[in-house]
């Protein structure tokens, strides 16, 4: 199933009424669509973490069975359906990265050939200070470019992030577009903000 297949599942008024009534065939094909979704979007946000790969899966499922016990009780109120997943999903990642964040240290199958350097003190001091400073600037976007900028950077296609903020894929490219731009006149207004991400491109985003 290609990624516009996906979104094209996900936004099937028609697919969600019918495994919302109970069809098992539309139960099936829906939480096919939502876990092939879902698992990239997890992926994104855990593959970071100590065994992230396998913790995304298990959330993974996780998400596809609150998709189907909430079935029965959804109400089609406008808002595309993969907002509510994506919502679920958001909140089932949270929740692995505040259990990763209460284990004191994570066994990893292999040590690395060489040891990446700590951060020092300064160092992190500032790493956080960076993602403040870039979160504050975000804030500072209308309320959906910012959601177009946070999904794509979190790893999701245009067509899932279309699906999502009920927007073409081309029309989510121009909002991304639209916003890196206003970010990079945001950066070129401040002089803090000059200093502070000088000689840092902006990396592209894959369609």
Same mark, same amino acid.
């Given at each position: 199933?290609?990624?516009?297949?996906?979104?094209?599942?996900?936004?099937?008024?028609?697919?969600?009424?019918?495994?919302?009534?109970?069809?098992?065939?539309?139960?099936?094909?829906?939480?096919?669509?939502?876990?092939?979704?879902?698992?990239?979007?997890?992926?994104?946000?855990?593959?970071?973490?100590?065994?992230?790969?396998?913790?995304?899966?298990?959330?993974?499922?996780?998400?596809?069975?609150?998709?189907?016990?909430?079935?029965?009780?959804?109400?089609?109120?406008?808002?595309?359906?993969?907002?509510?997943?994506?919502?679920?999903?958001?909140?089932?990642?949270?929740?692995?990265? +505040?259990?990763? &964040? @209460?284990?004191?240290?994570? #066994?990893? *199958?292999?040590?690395?050939? $060489?040891?990446?350097? %700590?951060?020092? =003190?300064?160092?992190?001091?500032?790493?956080?200070?960076?993602?403040?400073?870039?979160?504050?600037?975000?804030?500072?976007?209308?309320?959906?470019?910012?959601?177009?900028?946070?999904?794509?950077?979190?790893?999701?296609?245009?067509?899932?992030?279309?699906?999502?903020?009920?927007?073409?894929?081309?029309?989510?490219?121009?909002?991304?577009? +639209?916003?890196? &731009? @206003?970010?990079?006149?945001? #950066?070129? *207004?401040?002089?803090?903000? $000059?200093?502070?991400? %000088?000689?840092? =491109?902006?990396?592209?985003?894959?369609?």
């Amino acid at each position: 199933m290609t990624t516009t297949d996906l979104s094209q599942a996900l936004s099937d008024h028609d697919l969600v009424a019918r495994a919302c009534a109970g069809e098992n065939v539309a139960i099936n094909l829906l939480i096919t669509a939502v876990r092939k979704a879902v698992l990239r979007y997890t992926r994104a946000r855990l593959s970071t973490y100590s065994g992230g790969a396998e913790v995304a899966e298990d959330v993974t499922q996780e998400v596809c069975l609150a998709v189907v016990d909430v079935l029965p009780r959804y109400t089609d109120s406008g808002a595309p359906f993969a907002a509510l997943v994506y919502a679920i999903a958001s909140n089932k990642v949270a929740d692995a990265q +505040r259990r990763y &964040a @209460r284990t004191p240290f994570h #066994v990893v *199958d292999e040590l690395p050939d $060489r040891a990446e350097p %700590a951060l020092g =003190p300064e160092q992190q001091t500032m790493a956080r200070s960076d993602v403040a400073a870039a979160l504050a600037l975000l804030e500072r976007l209308p309320p959906r470019m910012a959601q177009v900028v946070r999904l794509r950077a979190e790893g999701l296609s245009a067509d899932e992030v279309g699906a999502i903020v009920g927007l073409t894929a081309n029309a989510v490219r121009v909002t991304q577009h +639209r916003a890196l &731009a @206003r970010l990079r006149r945001l #950066v070129a *207004d401040s002089a803090d903000s $000059r200093e502070r991400f %000088a000689d840092r =491109p902006t990396r592209p985003v894959a369609a």
